[in-house]
C-alpha cells in the first residue's frame, strides 16, 4: 500500500529557510500536497503540485519533486515564528477519494 | 460563513460507553471524511463518505461506526470495542473527486477524546 515517511522534527532560527522532506511510495500518485497544522487545530492546505511538475513556487513557500526518487520538499524562506507548526505532506491515492498523510514535521521557529 | 464545525472540542468518557462526536459541514461538499490523529503517527483514515447514505472503512475502522443520513452531516460513534480511543479526531470534506483530480480537503478544528 501507500505509504509518506517524514522526519518528525525541525528547528530553526528566524529568518533562516526551513526545508522539510518527505519521501513517499505511490508512483501513481497524481497530486502531492502540503498541509499545515497549528497547534490544537485542524490542517490547512498550503501548496499542491502536479505530478508532472517539478517545481511549485507561491511566496515563501517553494515545493520541489523529484519523481524518479519520489522525493517531495517544501521550502519556507524568511521563516518566522507564526510558522511554527506540523507539516504533513500526503499524496492522493489511486482511487478517488483517499489521501495518504506522511506522519508530520514540527516545525519550531525560535527568535 | 462556510466551515466545518466539530463539537465538542474537547470529551471526556468512561471506559466502556460509547460517545458520539459531531462533525457539520456548510460548504455543499459531497464527501466527507474521520481520521484519528495520534503523536507521531501522522493522520488515518476511520471512514469516509463520497454521497448520502454511503460510507466506506478506512485504514482503521475497527470499533468506530458511521452514518451518513444527510449531506451536511457525518457523526462518529467510537464504541466500546475500540481498545485505545483516546485521541484527536479530525472531520473534513470536499467536493467529489474523480479518478486523477486534486482532493482538496477542507478540515474542522477537531475533538480531543480522552477516554478515563
Known amino acids: 500500500g501507500e505509504d509518506v515517511e517524514q522526519s518528525l522534527f525541525l528547528s530553526v532560527r528566524e529568518g533562516d529557510s526551513s526545508v522539510i522532506n518527505c519521501t513517499y511510495t505511490d508512483s501513481s500518485s497524481t497530486y502531492l500536497y502540503w498541509y499545515k497544522q497549528e497547534p490544537g487545530a485542524g490542517l490547512q492546505l498550503l501548496t499542491y503540485i502536479f505530478s508532472n511538475m517539478d517545481m511549485k513556487q507561491d511566496q515563501r513557500l517553494t515545493v520541489l519533486l523529484n519523481k524518479k526518487d519520489k522525493h517531495l520538499s517544501l521550502r519556507i524562506a524568511d521563516t518566522q515564528t507564526g510558522d511554527s507548526a506540523i507539516y504533513f505532506c500526503a499524496e492522493s491515492d489511486t482511487g478517488f477519494q483517499k489521501l495518504v498523510f506522511g506522519t508530520g514535521t514540527r516545525l519550531l521557529v525560535s527568535p | 460563513d462556510g466551515g466545518i464545525t466539530q463539537s465538542p472540542k474537547y470529551l471526556f468518557r468512561k471506559e466502556g460507553q460509547n460517545v458520539t462526536l459531531s462533525c457539520e459541514q456548510n460548504l455543499n461538499h459531497d464527501a466527507m471524511y474521520w481520521y484519528r490523529q495520534d503523536p507521531g503517527q501522522g493522520l488515518r483514515l476511520i471512514y469516509y463518505?463520497?454521497?448520502?447514505?454511503?460510507?466506506q472503512k478506512g485504514d482503521i475502522a475497527e470499533g468506530y461506526s458511521v452514518s451518513r443520513e444527510k449531506k451536511e452531516s457525518f457523526p462518529l460513534t467510537v464504541t466500546s470495542a475500540q481498545k485505545n480511543p483516546t485521541a484527536f479526531y479530525l472531520c473534513?470534506?470536499?467536493?467529489?473527486?474523480?479518478?486523477?483530480?486534486?482532493?482538496?480537503?477542507?478540515f474542522g478544528p477537531g475533538t480531543r477524546l480522552t477516554v478515563l
Open positions: 473534513a470534506s470536499s467536493i467529489r473527486r474523480t479518478s486523477g483530480s486534486l482532493n482538496e480537503q477542507f
Open positions: 463518505s463520497q454521497i448520502v447514505n454511503d460510507f
